[in-house]
């Protein structure tokens, strides 16, 4: 069964220094998103993208965060400076279509420690 | 805005007992409503979803229907097992003029032998 695949796992770093979180969307989907969960708390929207555009963000998603997709398979987001409170689990997540009743499928994420 | 409303937990309940989880949400439009669960170190799978008002998903003994009267998507489960302990989100999908999918903030279910 196709899945979403992040990399790593689990990433360690020093306050300011710059991630890159990677991700593989299920191939024939058009829409990837960026979730984070801080630990315990809700899963929250940071950013999606279609047709190589951001095509929503939220308040969360500031100059430090950016996203791209390479190379057509990877969709990656770069948290250029981090902070402490950046310290979640990173989801991606990616679907077919919008709307009328499509999911998406997520993940299993990457758990970003900033130390 | 969107927004979704979940039951506070942890919810905590002998094998065998009846689930109810409350799900509510605000939306303009004819949103998507989806259950997704989490088990332990794991990430976001799909459970049921419903598309359309009295639409009832169901999966793996779970059902939810979609009620426009009473906005609401409750998850139920008749019998519960040590197995379903885990993290329940309930979710809005992308309505026009937006991309996103709305999560609640989940409530965790522990399930005793």
């Known amino acids: 069964e196709p899945e979403v695949t992040q990399t790593p796992s689990h990433q360690v770093t020093q306050m300011g220094q710059e991630v890159i979180l990677r991700c593989v969307p299920i191939?024939?989907?058009?829409?990837f998103y960026w979730y984070r969960q801080i630990l315990g708390q809700k899963v929250e929207f940071l950013v999606s993208?279609?047709?190589?555009?951001?095509?929503?963000k939220s308040e969360i998603f500031d100059d430090q965060f950016s996203v791209e997709r390479p190379d057509g398979s990877n969709f990656t987001l770069k948290i250029r400076s981090t902070k402490l409170e950046d310290s979640a689990m990173y989801f991606c997540a990616s679907s077919e279509r919008r709307g009328g009743g499509t999911e998406a499928f997520f993940g299993q994420g990457t758990r970003l420690t900033v130390v | 805005g969107d927004s979704v409303t979940q039951m506070e937990g942890p919810v905590t309940l002998s094998e065998e007992a009846f689930l109810t989880i409350n799900c509510t949400y605000t939306?303009?439009?004819?949103?998507?409503l989806f259950w997704y669960v989490q088990y332990p170190g794991e990430g976001l799978q799909l459970l049921l979803k419903?598309?359309?008002?009295?639409d009832k998903g169901s999966n793996k003994g779970f059902e939810a229907t979609y009620r426009k009267e009473t906005t609401s998507f409750h998850l139920e489960k008749g019998s519960v097992q040590v197995s379903d302990s885990a993290v329940y989100f309930c979710?809005?999908?992308?309505?026009?003029?937006?991309?996103?999918?709305?999560f609640g903030t989940g409530t965790r279910l522990k399930v005793l032998a």
């Open positions: 939306a303009t439009g004819y949103p998507s």
């Open positions: 979710a809005l999908g992308a309505t026009s003029g937006t991309y996103k999918y709305i």
């Open positions: 993208f279609y047709n190589n555009e951001i095509s929503e």
């Open positions: 191939s024939n989907h058009l829409y």
């Open positions: 419903a598309t359309k008002a009295d």
